[in-house]
């Protein structure tokens, strides 16, 4: 999600070095020197670059930071697990390897520090704005991940989300059911609608179905300016957002219009949620409302979810459908197991297809965390505030974690009935699309319940066939996109 953070030197990362060259080269799945003394910082892979502008016009060469994941992929296979790049103003570390970036998180210290993107950072600190979890930082940080954590995280959350899931999904159907000769029109911009309807009908509970036609006119374009959040926030990943500031640039005028409408829409809407509350509502809101924590911070932060609800899970499922049509055989398959489960979320081969989905397009493609102090990483020294970059696209399309690593395979997320291991996944921790630790996803129940709900209920009703002409490569927007839009047309499976 933070490619651009990551290209402009986005909140947090401290002042960057320059990069000693090396031609030291390490093979896949390598990298790591545990049995040894570490190795200086200055003795990691680097690629020759040029001062100051580093290896920008190589990045550039590859098509700019929309291709960013693409090559720092291609560096890894140069260099190995572990390397060190300078691309413009950031150095960082780039890790590949899955037991890297597992220690990466065990690093990570108690308030965990991770990159934002430039121009969100700025509109905060231009405007003063106050932000959800997400642009929380140390105690205040703690404090609200500790409260959501209970009542997010929670062994038995998923049961919770699965009926307002389960309702969205099939109205979505219904919807579908009357589209004009089975193609979905617009499918990004409906997913961005049905992400958005899940994350209000989880928050509100029974009260969604009483109140939703008033919630829904507050919303009407609420899906279309996050969607220009991203859009106008990838379009500043090469120019800093203070010069597109200080020059009036249209990009940042954009930019901040589109924000201070998402904010004011969402608050409007939180603030008429909280008014519908009851001492009987059921919803997460009405559960964040008896915790204890003020009112303003409660809105500060289902605002922030509102807003990131419309778009990472939008895609996820975008990508997921995509593969589906890819693979009509995969998807037979599926549907015929669905058709025979009575609990959807308890089918193994319906994880396995939303699993498979975030290996090959993980949303945020790359997870950055700002060491606390000095450690150890792939067999080197990292000095203390160093910006690490766990390289998800790369792990996840590893032969060495994932046997035929591109082929959409669900299966082989099935566990082994012998030994429980997987049964063609060599090493998991290479595929993390919620990261881990104490700044994992606070949403991945709510995320792998709704789009587990959503794709057995489609699946059930139709067959999905994909219109597009050739493969969609995986662009980035801050975060991943297709190249061009996803066409598919659905087919009803019962006459």
């Given at each position: 999600?933070l490619?651009?953070?990551?290209?402009?030197?986005?909140?947090?990362?401290?002042?960057?070095?320059?990069?000693?060259?090396?031609?030291?080269?390490?093979?896949?799945?390598?990298?790591?020197?545990?049995?040894h003394?570490?190795?200086?910082?200055?003795?990691?892979?680097?690629?020759?670059?040029?001062?100051?502008?580093?290896?920008?016009?190589?990045?550039?060469?590859?098509?700019?930071?929309?291709?960013?994941h693409?090559?720092?992929?291609?560096?890894?296979?140069?260099?190995?697990?572990v390397?060190?790049?300078?691309?413009?103003?950031?150095s960082?570390?780039?890790?590949?390897d899955?037991?890297?970036?597992?220690?990466?998180f065990?690093?990570?210290?108690?308030?965990?520090?991770?990159?934002?993107?430039?121009?969100?950072?700025?509109?905060?600190?231009l405007?003063?704005?106050?932000?959800?979890?997400?642009?929380?930082?140390?105690?205040?940080?703690?404090?609200?991940?500790?409260?959501?954590?209970?009542?997010?995280?929670?062994?038995?959350?998923?049961?919770?989300f699965?009926?307002p899931?389960?309702?969205?999904?099939?109205s979505?159907?219904?919807?579908w059911?009357?589209?004009?000769?089975?193609?979905v029109?617009?499918?990004?911009?409906?997913?961005?609608?049905?992400?958005?309807?899940?994350?209000?009908?989880?928050?509100?509970?029974?009260?969604y179905?009483?109140?939703?036609?008033?919630?829904?006119?507050?919303?009407?374009?609420?899906?279309?300016?996050?969607?220009?959040?991203?859009?106008?926030?990838g379009?500043?990943?090469?120019?800093?957002?203070?010069?597109?500031?200080?020059?009036h640039?249209?990009?940042w005028?954009?930019?901040?219009?589109?924000?201070?409408i998402?904010?004011?829409?969402?608050?409007?809407?939180?603030?008429?949620?909280?008014?519908?509350?009851?001492?009987?509502?059921?919803g997460?809101?009405?559960?964040m409302?008896?915790t204890?924590?003020?009112?303003?911070?409660?809105?500060?932060?289902?605002?922030?979810?509102i807003?990131?609800?419309?778009?990472?899970?939008?895609?996820?499922?975008?990508?997921?459908?995509?593969?589906?049509?890819?693979?009509?055989?995969?998807?037979?398959?599926?549907?015929?197991?669905?058709?025979?489960?009575?609990?959807?979320?308890?089918?193994?081969?319906?994880?396995?297809?939303?699993?498979?989905?975030?290996?090959?397009?993980?949303?945020?493609?790359?997870?950055?965390?700002?060491?606390?102090?000095?450690?150890?990483?792939g067999?080197?020294?990292?000095p203390?505030?160093?910006?690490?970059?766990?390289?998800?696209?790369t792990?996840?399309?590893?032969?060495?974690?994932?046997?035929?690593?591109?082929?959409?395979?669900?299966?082989?997320?099935?566990r082994?009935?012998?030994?429980g291991?997987y049964?063609?996944?060599?090493n998991?921790?290479?595929?993390?699309?919620?990261?881990?630790?104490?700044?994992?996803?606070?949403?991945?129940?709510?995320?792998?319940?709704?789009?587990?709900?959503?794709?057995?209920?489609?699946?059930?009703?139709?067959?999905?066939?994909?219109?597009?002409?050739?493969?969609?490569?995986?662009?980035?927007?801050?975060?991943?996109?297709?190249?061009?839009?996803?066409?598919?047309?659905?087919?009803?499976?019962?006459?």
């Open positions: 999600m490619c651009a953070a990551v290209l402009r030197g986005g909140g947090r990362a401290r002042a960057p070095r320059l990069p000693v060259e090396s031609t030291t080269s390490a093979s896949s799945g390598g990298g790591r020197r545990a049995a003394a570490a190795l200086a910082l200055s003795d990691m892979p680097t690629p020759r670059g040029l001062p100051v502008v580093g290896t920008s016009l190589a990045l550039l060469w590859a098509g700019s930071a929309p291709r960013l693409e090559y720092v992929d291609m560096r890894h296979r140069q260099l190995g697990p390397f060190r790049d300078r691309i413009g103003p950031v960082a570390v780039f890790v590949a899955p037991v890297e970036m597992r220690r990466t065990g690093l990570e210290g108690k308030h965990p520090m991770h990159v934002l993107p430039e121009p969100w950072i700025l509109y905060n600190q405007y003063g704005c106050k932000r959800g979890l997400f642009f929380m930082d140390g105690e205040d940080w703690l404090h609200m991940r500790r409260v959501l954590n209970r009542l997010m995280l929670k062994p038995d959350q998923a049961d919770v699965a009926a899931c389960r309702y969205i999904a099939d979505l159907v219904c919807k059911k009357s589209s004009n000769a089975g193609v029109e617009n499918l990004e911009e409906q997913l961005y609608k049905w992400s958005l309807d899940t994350m209000i009908a989880v928050m509100a509970g029974s009260n179905k009483m109140h939703c036609n008033k919630w829904n006119a507050i919303v009407q374009h609420l899906p279309a300016n996050i969607h220009k959040i991203f859009l106008e926030s379009r500043m990943s090469l120019i800093s957002a203070k010069y597109a500031r200080a020059c640039l249209p990009v005028k954009r930019f901040v219009n589109t924000v201070d998402s904010l004011s829409t969402a608050r409007t809407l939180v603030l008429e949620m909280i008014a519908s509350c009851s001492s009987s509502s059921d997460l809101l009405s559960e409302l008896n204890g924590v003020s009112e303003e911070d409660i809105i500060k932060v289902v605002a922030d979810f807003i990131a609800a419309g778009d990472t899970t939008a895609l996820s499922l975008q990508w997921t459908l995509y593969l589906l049509a890819k693979n009509l055989e995969v998807q037979e398959n599926i549907a015929n197991e669905i058709c025979e489960e009575t609990n959807v979320m308890q089918s193994a081969l319906l994880k396995g297809v939303v699993r498979e989905a975030l290996r090959l397009y993980p949303v945020a493609p790359f997870l950055t965390r700002i060491m606390p102090e000095s450690c150890v990483i067999g080197y020294e990292l203390p505030f160093e910006l690490v970059l766990l390289s998800l696209y792990s996840g399309r590893d032969t060495v974690n994932f046997p035929e690593p591109e082929k959409f395979w669900p299966e082989r997320w099935l082994n009935t012998s030994n291991s049964k063609a996944v060599t998991p921790h290479a595929s993390m699309p919620f990261a881990m630790g104490a700044r994992s996803c606070i949403g991945k129940k709510l995320a792998e319940t709704q789009m587990i709900m959503t794709v057995a209920s489609i699946l059930k009703e139709f067959k999905i066939e994909l219109l597009n002409v050739g493969d969609i490569e995986m662009v980035l927007r801050l975060v991943a996109v297709p190249s061009k839009p996803i066409q598919i047309r659905l087919t009803p499976r019962h006459k």
